[in-house]
Nanobody, 123 residues
Framework: VQLQASGGGLVHTGGSLKLSCAAS????????ITWFRQAPGKEREAVLC?????????YYANSVQGRFSISSDNVKNTNYLQMNSLSSEDTAVYYC????????????????WGRGTLVTVSS
């Protein structure tokens, strides 16, 4: 079982980007999926989570509320992180992960991590 994040790149301030987290070995909607990011020189932080069956969404980073959204496509078995109104503070390596649980619990250790994808926001 694994997750693979993709979709990062260079975007201008105020632009949008959609990251993908493809699941293999399990249905993406079976577990809660959390997106994390790690900016240069900073600790990794949880950003956003969607629970099993998309029943609940939790924002962990206040700075992304109203700008980022999360969703899952069961046909493509992929989770998405839509990022709008990007700023330089959003520059980071983004990761998707799951603890193979049903709900969003920030403190629970994640057991499956996707490789990071770099998002660079430049003016």
């Amino acid at each position: 079982v694994q997750l693979q994040a993709s979709g990062g790149g260079l975007v201008h301030t105020g632009g949008s980007l959609k990251l993908s987290c493809a699941a293999s070995g399990f249905p993406v909607d079976d577990y809660a999926i959390t997106w994390f990011r790690q900016a240069p020189g900073k600790e990794r932080e949880a950003v956003l989570c969607i629970s099993r069956r998309s029943e609940d969404i939790k924002y962990y980073a206040n700075s992304v509320q109203g700008r980022f959204s999360i969703s899952s496509d069961n046909v493509k078995n992929t989770n998405y992180l839509q990022m709008n109104s990007l700023s330089s503070e959003d520059t980071a390596v983004y990761y998707c992960a799951t603890d193979e649980g049903y709900g969003c619990y920030e403190g629970r250790s994640k057991t499956i991590w996707g490789r990071g994808t770099l998002v660079t926001v430049s003016s």
